[in-house]
């Protein structure tokens, strides 16, 4: 499908979904959300530009500064232009006409909106009721598109990279931060984003989301790695561990624990099985060994456009999963001044369960 097929395809899905909704009109400013409709997004500054879409139209505030370049990335949208010297009130007015949408009794905003550019939408819809636009959007960005699975594989392709190229660079006096650069590194070689290397090494492992420091790696250090980014627009994210040396039997333990969870959830995975079932099936694991207090997170989250973003597979989550969508499935057990274990795939619904991107497997990686 060429750009504009999508743009196209995606625009109706949302004004289909605008009409179920009874919203009468969806206001998306220059993030994610509009990413994934668009495929384009503009800078994003204090200048307020926002994309209107109602049942009857679409129209976008615009900051003349930025009009030309847009304008020329999506033809199809009509640009309402405001300069510096008049401000954007006017303008939004306008734009609010142009779409229907001037008396609108329910509007959408994009959850990521700056709060100045809300507050305006909100004084120039006065009496309208606000909603958070990911009610209307979540649910359609959930469901991937071939094109969209196809981009994801590719990019978790480089994830499993930098974890190799991580597990490599794993040995006694090296420093978290230096196998973080290594993994940015990679991830640069191929053309595409890092966004985050986490590298927790030993007692640092029990906190999830440890910051990446000067701690040097010592013999016997278990190292969760936890890395991700964006290739063509789209996303990876992936945990795996390292031991530095020979792991010792609590770290053998703990870690087969972990895995079976994962296991748990894969299998649990599958069209019409809830986000909430599929937590339950980690969790129950890891319950049922013993470290239920120690397992303090969700068990995964979508991946798309946005690096998290729906589906939410926690607890009691009733969103029941379909084919094509994309999430994690990353149990863990954090044992506060010991260490910690986390392992994470993405996986995207199939027919008949999931399937995973990443082609590494899980096992306990010595390194060093
Ligand atoms: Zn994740
Ligand atoms: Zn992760």
């Known amino acids: 499908m060429s750009a504009e097929t999508t743009r196209t395809a995606r625009l109706a899905r ?8 009874e919203v009468d009109v969806v206001a998306l400013a220059p993030t994610d959300n509009l990413r994934w409709l668009c495929g384009f997004a503009p800078l994003y500054d204090e200048r307020a530009c926002l994309l209107l879409v109602s049942p009857q139209g679409s129209a976008m505030l615009m900051p003349d500064l930025n009009a030309e370049q847009t304008a020329a990335r999506l033809p199809e949208v009509e640009l309402v232009r405001w300069a510096d010297e008049d401000g954007p009130v006017a303008a939004l007015h306008a734009a609010l006409a142009r779409v229907g949408a001037s008396s609108a009794a329910r509007v959408a905003a994009d959850p990521m909106m700056r709060a100045d550019h809300l507050l305006l939408l909100q004084a120039a819809a006065r009496g309208a009721h606000t909603l958070d636009a990911s009610a209307v959007l979540g649910p359609l960005r959930a469901v991937k598109e071939a094109e969209e699975i196809a981009r994801l594989a590719r990019a978790a392709e480089v994830a499993d990279r930098a974890i190799e190229a991580a597990w490599a660079t794993c040995a006694p006096g090296v420093s978290e931060r230096e196998v973080g650069e290594r993994i940015s590194q990679v991830f640069r070689e191929a053309g595409a984003e890092p966004e985050f290397a986490l590298v927790a090494s030993g007692p640092h492992g029990a906190f999830p989301h440890h910051e990446t420091g000067e701690r040097r790696l010592v013999a016997g250090d278990p190292i969760v790695i936890d890395l991700g980014g964006a290739l063509d627009g789209y996303h990876c994210d992936i945990t795996r561990m390292a ?10 333990e703990i870690h087969a624990i972990v895995e079976a969870a994962v296991v748990a959830a894969l299998d649990a995975t599958r069209p019409g099985a809830t986000c909430g079932a599929v937590d339950a099936a980690a969790r ?7 470290y239920g207090e120690y397992f303090v997170h969700r068990t995964g989250h979508g991946l798309g456009v946005s690096g998290h973003e729906p589906p939410w597979v926690m607890a009691g989550d009733p969103t029941e999963l379909e084919v094509g969508m994309v999430h994690s499935i990353e149990p863990g057990i954090y044992l506060p001044g010991e260490f910690g274990i986390r392992l994470e795939d993405i996986v995207h619904v199939t027919e008949d369960g999931c399937e ?6 899980r096992e306990v990686h010595v390194a060093g």
């Open 284 to 290: 129950q694991v890891i319950a049922d060994a013993g």
């Open 14 to 21: 949302l004004r289909t979904a605008l009409g179920e909704a």
């Open 243 to 252: 031991v530095i040396g020979e792991p010792s039997d609590r770290y053998r």
């Open 356 to 361: 995973r991107f990443s082609g590494l497997a």
